[in-house]
């Protein structure tokens, strides 16, 4: 069983940065690839970035990528999420999740653990 916990959230004028960072339960961190997925308003969860658990292989949605990094500390069982250059269409929802083995999937029905969420608003 695992369980995350999500913070760093907030509200943040365009062209902003903001860490969200998501602390794990549980040993066996390293043998779980990690994820952050978004919900906007009125749209499905969509995947924003992943990482692979054992060779640290970073995937990332298109329209994030060069912007934000994903990252994991495995001594401090936390994976983060370091979001710059934001925009207004980046505010939603953001979740981090977990699955078992170190292969990352852009699908969220892939993903067996999920944190509550922390929400991030752009705005001026």
């Known amino acids: 069983q695992v369980q995350l916990l999500e913070s760093g959230g907030g509200l943040v004028q365009p062209g902003g940065s903001l860490k969200l960072s998501c602390a794990a339960s549980?040993?066996?961190?390293?043998?779980?690839?990690m994820g952050w997925f978004r919900q906007a308003p009125g749209k499905e969860r969509a995947f924003v970035a992943g990482i692979s658990g054992s060779s640290g292989i970073t995937y990332y949605e298109d329209s994030v990528r060069g912007r934000f990094t994903i990252s994991r500390d495995s001594g401090k069982n936390t994976v983060f999420l370091q979001m710059n250059s934001l925009k207004p269409e980046d505010t939603a929802i953001y979740y981090c999740?977990?699955?078992?083995?170190?292969?990352?999937?852009?699908?969220?029905?892939?993903?067996?653990?999920w944190g509550q969420g922390t929400q991030v608003t752009v705005s001026s």
């Open positions: 549980g040993r066996t961190f390293s043998r779980y690839a």
């Open positions: 999740t977990a699955r078992a083995g170190t292969v990352v999937r852009r699908v969220q029905s892939e993903y067996e653990y």
